[in-house]
């Protein structure tokens, strides 16, 4: 058979130590396209929170819809491979849609494009948002599909006689896969993190799209580059379209002849004989086989990848100072990579050996099953570490009232009646926690009476000084990504400058500002006397600094802090349970249910059940928005729990499926059929050229009938005329 016949161009292949060196072009591409995939990924939730300003539920439905499209465009990019373009120029073409969308998201971050008033937020929300959704679905038609793409062209380099260096090219490229994710997971996030800006300087998520960019530019040349060394395989046809029709002839014959008196067939896709091969039969079959247990695994995709966006949020109210190292949320996704290089080689060789000496019989099926019983005991996980949490977090104004908190900047001490309830408030201090009350609120101060509206939802600060009161308005939310908020009470007589605060009045309260984890220093100026206040803060609190009639310039001596809103105080430590719980769930389900699919598969038909693999995924994220949306649960806790029950009952199902479930060998079938397939084939065309005589006789006979019918008109007609 020559190349014409196998569909390949001839190239005369340079190899290095028995490898193909076209593979190199295609591993580096591929560690650059994972990088850029999962790098993205691993801040798009914090994106769409903080620069978009989505809430928590849309920002979770926004990036399940992305991440399920991502899934389902693999079916798209395999049909276009194998029926029109070709792999290598699918590969090449969709790359450049990817790169364009990863540029959009990229320049979609930039705050100063539509910041006119340049004071640090966007004034066009739309024009942002607009350019996102642009970019994620070029991104979606990109990464899906080149998916299917680029792993079976790396398996095209290799020549018959390379089965060696095939299966080590592939154990590479999944390396590849988990190197790239790995480091852009630990990379991004601390990009994310640094300022920048041309007129304000913010969170800088155009670094951190724009780098995985970058990288998906230089997998496309790469890849590009190797181009004259491939062997590239012609487009003969996709499989799936081929199953697909078969299906449809099957399901369209059996409603065809649905009557009674028509006798029935040992399985419905037997309807497919009159056209269709009995080998293609059998293999539609088995596939159908293995597809139907693919039903309940959804279940397990719908839980796992919420590590990226409802675990993601819930670091984000978590303590990640860890001594040497403070970690940012997002970074915590990147716990799942590095327990999969350790645990799987632990799996494999001692996990499933001792099981195998103790006598039990763990089929494929049974591994699957218990990882998905380990997915939703990490969301039980998942929900203790959350109601840990919500009971540190502060309890801020209900929607019926606000809350109110006294200051007294007075050397004297005063005493305060506020909706029937007494304070006394020493010099320079507070009553340190918020009163909850709601509506028009009458306040007595040493008798002197007042009164403050406090609207629904709001905090207030009530100021006591010499020469009256003030009233201010404080956060109602804890401060965002981890950070800080200061602001400083200015109890002297004249103004003060305060270094990163700016001027401040007498007698006035400041804005807050800003400050990350770790110990903050601000210089007080007054006149000519400086000097300088520091403080330890962790995550998510805020702080009034007061600065007393009192204060002593050498030192700072007399300057105080008054937490408003406590920092977080639960580890991220607490997660890595949770995040061991669904690694090991991911290794014992998702390495062995390909590697079960792989063993039940057809020969020509591998392609079909990884596109049913990677379909479970997508639907996996379409359930999270449907379940979010349906349940809306106030509590987040209560949505984990909720979540992992259902995996539970889907588990118990999928565990009864498996249990009848009867193992084949593809192989066997696939050479009984082999067989007997010239004698099929005869009799199939022997059955197809009677049909074709039979067809031809009676439409022969209809001719017959037809001129004997017009020549009795015809005799009729002159008969008539003679007469």
Same mark, same amino acid.
């Given at each position: 058979?020559? *190349?014409?016949?196998?569909?390949?161009?001839?190239?005369?292949?340079?190899?290095?130590?028995?490898?193909?060196?076209?593979?190199? +072009?295609?591993?580096?591409?591929?560690?650059?396209?994972? +990088?850029?995939?999962?790098?993205?990924?691993?801040?798009?939730?914090?994106?769409?929170?903080?620069?978009?300003?989505?809430?928590? *539920?849309?920002?979770?439905?926004?990036?399940?819809?992305?991440?399920?499209?991502?899934?389902?465009?693999?079916?798209?990019?395999?049909?276009?491979?194998?029926?029109?373009?070709?792999?290598?120029?699918?590969?090449?073409?969709?790359?450049?849609?990817?790169?364009?969308?990863?540029?959009?998201?990229?320049?979609?971050?930039? =705050?100063?494009?539509? *910041?006119?008033?340049?004071?640090?937020?966007?004034?066009?929300?739309?024009? =942002?948002?607009?350019?996102?959704?642009?970019?994620?679905?070029?991104?979606?038609?990109?990464?899906?599909?080149?998916?299917?793409?680029?792993?079976?062209?790396?398996?095209?380099?290799?020549?018959?006689?390379?089965?060696?260096?095939?299966?080590?090219?592939?154990?590479?490229?999944?390396?590849?896969?988990?190197?790239?994710?790995?480091?852009?997971?630990?990379?991004?996030?601390?990009?994310?993190?640094?300022?920048?800006?041309?007129?304000?300087?913010?969170?800088?998520?155009?670094?951190?799209?724009?780098?995985?960019?970058?990288?998906?530019?230089?997998?496309?040349?790469? @890849?590009?580059?190797?181009?004259?060394?491939?062997?590239?395989?012609?487009?003969?046809?996709?499989?799936?379209?081929?199953?697909?029709?078969?299906?449809? +002839?099957?399901?369209?014959?059996?409603?065809?002849?649905?009557?009674?008196?028509?006798?029935?067939?040992? =399985?419905?896709?037997?309807?497919? *004989?009159?056209?269709?091969?009995?080998?293609?039969?059998?293999?539609?079959?088995?596939?159908?086989?293995?597809?139907?247990?693919?039903?309940?695994?959804?279940?397990?995709?719908?839980? @796992?990848?919420?590590?990226?966006?409802?675990?993601?949020?819930?670091?984000?109210?978590?303590?990640?100072?860890?001594?040497?190292?403070?970690?940012?949320?997002?970074?915590?996704?990147?716990?799942?990579?590095?327990?999969?290089?350790?645990?799987?080689?632990?799996?494999?060789?001692?996990?499933?050996?001792?099981?195998?000496?103790?006598?039990?019989?763990?089929?494929?099926?049974?591994?699957?099953?218990?990882?998905?019983?380990?997915?939703?005991?990490?969301?039980?996980?998942?929900?203790?570490?959350?109601?840990?949490?919500?009971?540190?977090? #502060?309890?801020?104004?209900?929607?019926?009232?606000?809350?109110?908190?006294?200051?007294?900047?007075?050397?004297?001490?005063?005493?305060?009646?506020?909706?029937?309830?007494?304070?006394?408030?020493?010099?320079?201090?507070?009553?340190?926690?918020?009163?909850?009350?709601?509506?028009?609120?009458?306040?007595?101060?040493?008798?002197?009476?007042?009164?403050?509206?406090?609207?629904?939802?709001?905090?207030?600060?009530?100021?006591?000084?010499?020469?009256?009161?003030?009233?201010?308005?404080?956060?109602?939310?804890?401060?965002?990504?981890?950070?800080?908020?200061?602001?400083?009470?200015?109890?002297?007589?004249?103004?003060?400058?305060?270094?990163?605060?700016?001027?401040?009045?007498?007698?006035?309260?400041?804005?807050?500002?800003?400050?990350?984890?770790?110990?903050?220093?601000?210089?007080?100026?007054?006149?000519?006397?400086?000097?300088?206040?520091?403080?330890?803060?962790?995550?998510?609190?805020?702080?009034?600094?007061?600065?007393?009639?009192?204060?002593?310039?050498?030192?700072?001596?007399?300057?105080?802090?008054?937490?408003?809103?406590?920092?977080?105080?639960?580890?991220?430590?607490?997660?890595?349970?949770?995040?061991?719980?669904?690694?090991?769930?991911?290794?014992?389900?998702?390495?062995?249910?390909?590697?079960?699919?792989?063993?039940?598969?057809?020969?020509?038909?591998?392609?079909?059940?990884?596109?049913?693999?990677?379909?479970?995924?997508?639907?996996?994220?379409?359930?999270?928005?449907?379940?979010?949306?349906?349940?809306?649960? #106030?509590?987040?806790?209560?949505?984990?729990?909720?979540?992992?029950?259902?995996?539970?009952?889907?588990?118990?199902?999928?565990?009864?499926?498996?249990?009848?479930?009867?193992?084949?060998?593809?192989?066997?079938?696939?050479?009984?059929?082999?067989?007997?397939? #010239?004698?099929?084939?005869?009799?199939?065309?022997?059955?197809?050229?009677? =049909?074709?005589?039979?067809?031809?006789?009676?439409?022969?006979?209809?001719?017959?009938?037809?001129?004997?019918?017009?020549?009795?008109?015809?005799?009729?007609?002159?008969?008539?005329?003679?007469?």
């Amino acid at each position: 058979m020559d *190349d014409r016949e196998n569909g390949k161009k001839s190239k005369k292949s340079v190899t290095v130590c028995g490898y193909p060196l076209s593979i190199f +072009f295609i591993v580096v591409n591929e560690f650059c396209e994972r +990088f850029s995939y999962y790098g993205m990924r691993a801040v798009l939730v914090l994106y769409f929170r903080y620069f978009l300003r989505w809430d928590d *539920d849309l920002a979770t439905s926004i990036y399940h819809t992305f991440v399920a499209l991502c899934y389902l465009t693999p079916i798209l990019g395999a049909i276009v491979a194998d029926s029109w373009l070709g792999k290598f120029k699918t590969i090449v073409y969709l790359s450049i849609v990817y790169t364009l969308g990863q540029v959009v998201m990229a320049i979609s971050a930039i =705050h100063d494009i539509t *910041d006119t008033n340049q004071d640090g937020t966007p004034d066009n929300m739309t024009f =942002h948002v607009a350019l996102s959704m642009v970019g994620l679905i070029l991104i979606a038609l990109g990464t899906g599909g080149i998916k299917p793409c680029v792993a079976a062209f790396g398996g095209d380099q290799f020549e018959d006689h390379q089965e060696k260096q095939r299966s080590t090219f592939f154990s590479i490229f999944y390396l590849s896969i988990n190197a790239g994710s790995l480091l852009s997971t630990i990379i991004t996030p601390i990009l994310r993190a640094q300022e920048c800006g041309i007129h304000s300087q913010q969170k800088c998520y155009p670094l951190a799209f724009g780098v995985p960019a970058a990288l998906m530019v230089v997998a496309l040349i790469v @890849f590009i580059l190797g181009s004259s060394m491939y062997t590239k395989v012609a487009p003969k046809g996709n499989i799936m379209l081929d199953v697909c029709k078969c299906i449809w +002839f099957a399901v369209k014959n059996r409603f065809r002849n649905r009557s009674s008196s028509i006798p029935k067939r040992e =399985h419905w896709m037997d309807w497919a *004989d009159e056209k269709y091969e009995k080998l293609l039969i059998a293999q539609i079959k088995m596939v159908l086989k293995v597809l139907f247990l693919y039903i309940p695994l959804p279940m397990f995709w719908t839980l @796992f990848d919420q590590q990226g966006s409802r675990w993601t949020l819930q670091a984000t109210t978590m303590d990640g100072d860890f001594g040497l190292l403070v970690i940012q949320p997002d970074q915590m996704q990147t716990v799942n990579p590095i327990l999969i290089l350790a645990m799987v080689p632990i799996v494999d060789s001692v996990i499933y050996p001792l099981i195998a000496k103790c006598g039990i019989n763990f089929t494929p099926l049974k591994r699957m099953t218990v990882g998905m019983f380990m997915a939703a005991l990490a969301f039980i996980a998942a929900a203790l570490v959350q109601l840990q949490i919500d009971q540190t977090l #502060p309890v801020f104004p209900a929607s019926t009232g606000g809350q109110i908190k006294f200051f007294n900047m007075a050397s004297t001490t005063m005493n305060v009646d506020v909706g029937g309830q007494a304070l006394v408030l020493q010099p320079f201090m507070s009553n340190s926690e918020y009163l909850p009350l709601e509506g028009r609120v009458d306040i007595k101060v040493n008798n002197v009476s007042s009164s403050v509206d406090l609207m629904i939802g709001t905090r207030r600060s009530f100021v006591i000084t010499p020469f009256g009161n003030s009233i201010y308005t404080d956060i109602t939310e804890k401060p965002e990504q981890g950070t800080n908020a200061i602001r400083f009470l200015n109890g002297l007589q004249t103004d003060v400058n305060v270094m990163s605060v700016g001027n401040i009045t007498a007698n006035n309260m400041s804005e807050y500002v800003y400050v990350q984890q770790g110990i903050a220093e601000f210089k007080i100026q007054h006149l000519n006397e400086v000097c300088t206040y520091s403080m330890t803060v962790g995550f998510g609190s805020a702080y009034t600094i007061i600065i007393p009639a009192t204060l002593n310039f050498v030192n700072c001596q007399g300057a105080r802090s008054e937490e408003d809103i406590g920092p977080n105080v639960v580890h991220m430590a607490w997660q890595i349970p949770q995040y061991f719980l669904m690694t090991m769930g991911e290794v014992v389900f998702s390495v062995t249910g390909l590697e079960f699919s792989y063993s039940q598969a057809p020969s020509n038909m591998k392609s079909v059940l990884q596109a049913g693999w990677l379909l479970t995924v997508a639907v996996g994220n379409i359930i999270v928005l449907i379940v979010a949306e349906a349940a809306q649960l #106030p509590d987040q806790w209560a949505e984990y729990i909720l979540f992992a029950s259902l995996l539970v009952f889907v588990c118990v199902i999928f565990a009864t499926m498996a249990h009848f479930y009867t193992y084949t060998d593809p192989a066997e079938i696939e050479a009984r059929f082999a067989e007997h397939e #010239p004698e099929s084939k005869d009799k199939k065309r022997r059955s197809v050229e009677l =049909h074709e005589r039979k067809e031809s006789l009676k439409h022969g006979d209809e001719q017959k009938r037809r001129r004997s019918s017009d020549a009795s008109s015809h005799h009729k007609h002159v008969n008539a005329t003679n007469m």
